[in-house]
């Protein structure tokens, strides 16, 4: 779980950086396709989807090297994601609308607001994955 929190406040950091990065610097073409992913998955679909929508964004930003290391970080994840989904149910519909104001204030070139809806998103998928690793019991 240590290594999990360590992980996510350095997702945060990157993710807000390219994100904010990318309002000014994306063309309107890929800000108009992120559009494709409004589409709310089913639970089987859900790790792909959400990898997909995280690293769409960090594309987006003109720095290669921060959008290597934010890769690399949301690469990680899929492993933490897959152990909390079999812990709880989820009900996606929220996570897609968050996901979809974080597209509305990309495609708005609105960094501020942008910056600060994928903070949030990230760390209340912090408090969901870390609740979720925590009930799970460990076997030696």
């Known amino acids: 779980v240590s290594d999990a929190t360590d992980l996510f406040e350095f997702r945060v950091w990157l993710e807000e950086r390219c994100v904010r ?5 994306a063309a309107d073409e890929e800000l108009r396709d ?8 089913g639970k089987q679909g859900f790790v792909d989807y ?3 929508f995280h690293l769409a964004l960090i594309e987006l930003a003109p720095n290669r090297r921060l959008v290597e290391a934010a890769r690399e ?3 990680q994840f899929d ?8 812990a ?13 104001a974080i597209i509305d204030a990309l ?9 600060r809806l994928v903070v949030q998103h990230v760390k209340s998928a912090k408090k969901r994955v870390l609740g979720a690793l925590s009930s799970q019991a460990v076997v030696p």
């Not at 709880?88 to 979809?100: A, C, N, R, S």
């Open 21 to 25: 990065s990318a309002c000014a610097d």
């Open 34 to 41: 992120l559009n494709k992913l409004r589409t709310k998955p």
């Open 50 to 52: 959400n990898r997909n």
């Open 73 to 75: 970080v949301i690469e």
């Open 79 to 86: 492993r933490l994601v897959v152990m909390s989904l079999s």
């Open 88 to 100: 709880i149910e989820w009900d996606f519909t929220p996570l897609v609308k968050e996901h979809g």
């Open 107 to 115: 495609q708005d070139r609105n960094a501020t607001l942008a910056g």
